[in-house]
């Protein structure tokens, strides 16, 4: 199992007009990536036929992201690239935002208040609308 990078599995000219910040993005992601498969082809050798599993399961996405970690350093480097400064986070540069209490409705606490419920708005139902255009002497509502 040599290091090798196999062209095979990687683009060259897909880095070629990456900006030196989308560069930067991309090698971490591509190096979290690596690490993370060659934790898992580690812990796959660990088991039965391990080496065989660690081959078969993870190995062509590790060349391949290899692969591609090589040509994002390679644009990195031909565009002269520089990392950028960490970000620092302060905690005492921003105040902490003030919790809002919820506005209470006026009219609501002064029904409340004077102990009247509220009226439910009845809906007309089909029934009472159908009896109104009804005859009365045609129970049905057929004859019109």
């Given at each position: 199992m040599g290091?090798?990078?196999?062209p095979a599995?990687?683009?060259?000219g897909?880095?070629?007009l990456w ?6 993005t991309e090698?971490k ?6 690490e ?5 082809m580690?812990?796959?050798k660990?088991?039965v036929g391990g ?7 993870y190995r062509?996405?590790y060349?391949a992201?290899r692969?591609?970690a ?14 950028s ?8 540069a ?10 209470a409705n006026?009219?609501?606490?002064k029904a409340?208040?004077?102990g009247?419920p509220?009226?439910a708005a ?5 029934s009472?609308a159908?009896s ?13």
């Amino acid at each position: 199992m040599g290091d090798t990078i196999s062209p095979a599995f990687a683009d060259p000219g897909k880095y070629e007009l990456w900006d030196c910040k989308k560069l930067e993005t991309e090698r971490k992601n591509l190096a979290n990536r690596t690490e993370e498969l060659q934790k898992l082809m580690d812990k796959a050798k660990t088991g039965v036929g391990g080496s065989v599993v660690a081959e078969m399961a993870y190995r062509n996405d590790y060349v391949a992201v290899r692969g591609q970690a090589h040509f994002a350093d390679e644009a990195w480097n031909n565009n002269k690239c520089t990392e950028s400064a960490p970000e620092v986070a302060t905690l005492s540069a921003a105040p902490a935002p003030k919790a809002s209490k919820p506005k209470a409705n006026p009219k609501a606490a002064k029904a409340k208040a004077v102990g009247k419920p509220k009226a439910a708005a009845k809906p007309k139902t089909a029934s009472k609308a159908a009896s109104k255009r009804a005859p009365a002497s045609d129970p049905g509502g057929a004859a019109q």
